[in-house]
């Protein structure tokens, strides 16, 4: 399987930018996707084929990359913002997930 | 507004069985691939099962394979999956999700999750 690597955690201020990696084991093409979960909640889509934004998500967050290094940007981060940051992979079956980074606003 | 519900979790014993079920609202349920993931604080979130449009196509997870069945009644706007010969480590909370129209790559809506326990 294609494991995702995440960093655990970070911890910023807000107003400040934030940048979350992903690193693939194998090259995913641009098959990387980013979800937000909030404690106690489901995922949510934030961005699809590494660097598109869905629909309803702000601006403020962006994705990059592609092969097996890809990034998620949070500009600026705002307090609502914390939560925990999952990659996820389409280019090998089967689909997985990173460990997610938990994002903790100062 | 898209809505997955799911219902039907609870705690079993290894090697019973269980139902998930996952009811759909807000979109034309029939156009779209559904998908079960599951979490658990070890190992995270895991894709376990998808299902085509029509139900025609299904694919698992190794490690459910022959176990898990997703199945779908478009009628009903309604997803489920039946979990046979339970074992400890499918002790998880299980999301109902959809695909994107056209698309297996990823998932763009998510049910709240309901949680599983195997455990004598």
């Known amino acids: 399987d294609t494991v995702l690597t995440q960093s655990p955690a970070l911890a910023v201020s807000p107003g400040e930018r934030v940048t979350i990696s992903c690193r693939a084991s194998e090259s995913v093409s641009t098959l990387m996707h980013w979800y937000q979960q909030k404690p106690g909640q489901q995922p949510t889509l934030l961005i699809y084929l590494a660097s598109n934004l869905e629909s309803g998500v702000p601006a403020r967050f962006s994705g990059s990359g592609s092969g097996t290094d890809f990034t998620l940007t949070i500009d600026p981060v705002e307090a609502d913002d914390t939560a925990t940051y999952y990659c996820q992979q389409s280019w090998n079956d089967p689909l997985t997930f990173g460990s997610g980074t938990k994002l903790e606003i100062k | 507004e898209v809505q997955l519900v799911e219902s039907g979790g609870g705690l079993v014993q290894p090697g019973r069985s269980l139902k998930l079920s996952c009811a759909a609202s807000?979109?034309?349920?029939?156009?779209?691939?559904m998908a079960w993931v599951r979490q658990t604080p070890t190992k995270g979130l895991e894709w376990v099962a998808s299902?085509?449009?029509?139900?025609?196509?299904?694919y698992y997870r190794d490690s459910v394979k022959g176990r898990f069945t997703i199945s779908r009644d478009n009628a009903k706007n309604t997803q489920y999956l039946q979990m046979d010969s339970l074992r400890s480590e499918d002790t998880a909370t299980y999301y109902c999700?959809?695909?994107?129209?056209?698309?297996?790559?990823?998932?763009?809506?998510w049910g709240q999750g309901v949680m599983v326990t195997v455990s004598s």
């Open positions: 807000g979109f034309t349920f029939s156009n779209y691939g």
């Open positions: 999700a959809r695909h994107p129209y056209n698309n297996w790559d990823y998932f763009d809506y």
């Open positions: 299902i085509s449009t029509g139900g025609g196509n299904t």
